[in-house]
């Protein structure tokens, strides 16, 4: 696939997106409400406002509702990513960009209006259930060993289960959760759209994490005998497996840009530290081993941003993208770490302070390793296809 240059309303949304993380969001990032656990409410509420006014808020979806393509999103979300504030000030956060795709897909219209567009309007957040505790052997990088269900009583469902690492579960206002249908046996889920909060759904704690740039942090959430009604469910009742993929494979890329602006970023601060910095009379950047890591970084985001390109293009082009998507997430995820990495180590001292940003983007990128399927299992799942085809093209 030969690279395609930029649109030009991509390129006018991403500059207006950079010019505003630059001057706007930068000065926050030792804000003092920035905690373990993400940003506080009336932070994201404060960078948000400025997002309006400044008409940089929810940048991929435009007036009339339709959405940027991948490709033209990557261009967006990259810069929103600059900073760990960035997609939190402009509304490309996850779980709510990923969500928003979701329910655009297949909400139907009173679910749009009551759960999408205030999460468009950057009023609400959101949080997608599906993980579950693996002390109870619940649905971890395997879906199909999903525990929670939910049980048809009257005219709607209880659902009941406990579900782990849920990302901004504290003070989201929209919920999705992935709950068992079919019986024990029969592997069919279906997804439940739920205002929040809800007394049945109950917040047991928030885990302390590596990372620290979502909201509402990481949480662990009994749902206990959660009711709702049939309007509540998203899409068609057992099609939740399905669903899921068509959420995963984009919000996977998502990641792959707001990282890969993340490291964009430390690769410039760490540029500017061994170009400044001098050590046994000359620049860091002058010895070898410095230079050579600079030289890396430089290969590797390169390298990164083809990737994303490349399978953002199979998404537009209408195809699922699993595959693509579980290449580009493993390829970008250990790139992007390696990148932080260099830039930890060129730093020093001053890369593993908080002082700079850097040290962040290095937590940030070491948990992507894991978060929407670790490195390993993508490559399992690659494998299988691998082995599927080389046994087929035999038959």
Not at 132 to 150: C, F, N, V
Not at 198 to 203: E, W
Not at 306 to 335: F, H, N, Q, R, Y
């Amino acid at each position: 696939m030969t690279p395609s240059a930029p649109t030009e309303r991509s390129r006018e949304i991403a500059a207006r997106v950079e010019t505003f993380v630059r001057d706007v969001v930068f000065p926050y990032e030792r804000d003092a409400r920035c905690g373990p656990h993400g940003p506080s409410a009336e932070l994201v509420g404060e960078l948000r406002a400025k997002a309006r006014d400044a008409g940089v808020l929810t940048p991929h979806i435009l007036s009339d509702g339709s959405h940027l393509t991948q490709r033209e999103t990557a261009v967006v979300l990259r810069r929103s990513g600059l900073s760990p504030l960035g997609p939190v000030a402009v509304n490309t956060m996850a779980p709510d960009e990923g969500n928003m795709f979701l329910l655009g897909r297949i909400g139907t219209p009173w679910q749009k209006d009551r759960f999408l567009a205030p999460l468009v309007r950057g009023e609400a957040r959101s949080a997608f259930f599906m993980t579950e505790p693996a002390a109870e052997q619940g649905a971890g990088s395997d879906p199909s060993m999903l525990q929670t269900t939910a049980v048809r009583e009257g005219s709607g469902w209880r659902i009941s289960g406990r579900k782990m690492f849920i990302t901004g579960a504290e003070g989201a206002s929209v919920g999705i959760v992935m709950a068992r249908t079919g019986g024990a046996d029969e592997g069919k889920a279906t997804m439940f759209l739920v205002d929040l909060p809800d007394p049945a759904v109950r917040l047991e704690r928030v885990i302390d994490t590596i990372d620290s740039s979502m909201p509402g942090g990481h949480a662990q959430v009994l749902l206990d005998g959660l009711r709702l009604g049939d309007e509540h469910v998203l899409g068609e009742v057992d099609e939740g497996f399905r669903y899921a993929q068509v959420r995963l494979a984009p919000a996977r890329l998502s990641h792959c840009m707001r990282w890969l602006g993340s490291a964009t970023r430390a690769q410039e601060i760490a540029t500017e530290y061994a170009t400044t910095r001098k050590a046994f009379g000359k620049l860091l950047i002058d010895h070898e081993g410095v230079g050579f890591m600079m030289a890396e970084n430089a290969i590797e985001l390169q390298q990164c941003e083809l990737m994303i390109e490349w399978c953002a293009g199979v998404l537009d082009a209408g195809s699922p993208g699993g595959t693509e998507s579980s290449m580009a997430k493993v390829a970008v995820s250990e790139a992007l770490y390696r990148i932080a990495d260099r830039c930890v180590q060129v730093m020093g001292g001053s890369g593993v302070a908080r002082d700079s940003v850097v040290e962040q983007v290095f937590r940030e990128t070491r948990a992507f390793r894991i978060y929407d399927g670790p490195s390993e299992v993508h490559k399992w799942s690659l494998a299988r296809k691998i082995k599927r085809d080389a046994l087929a093209a035999r038959a």
